[in-house]
């Protein structure tokens, strides 16, 4: 396995990620909440080590 490059770039609330390819994915945080462009996930920061993460992609709604 080798080195992989991975970089992130954050402006305010807004984090662009960028790996060898380049562009990545996009990321927003406000507070505890946060949402991914790429895995189209709401996460929640809980106290301590957990949080809480909803998939959209494979939720039944």
Do not use: C, Y
Not at 7 to 27: A, V
Not at 33 to 52: E, F
């Amino acid at each position: 396995m080798g080195l992989m490059f991975r970089s992130r770039k954050k402006f305010g609330p807004l984090i662009l990620n960028f790996t060898e390819n380049g562009f990545s994915s996009w990321s927003i945080k406000i507070g505890r909440w946060s949402w991914n462009s790429k895995a189209r996930a709401h996460r929640v920061d809980l106290p301590g080590p957990l949080s809480w993460k909803q998939d959209k992609s494979r939720s039944r709604s």
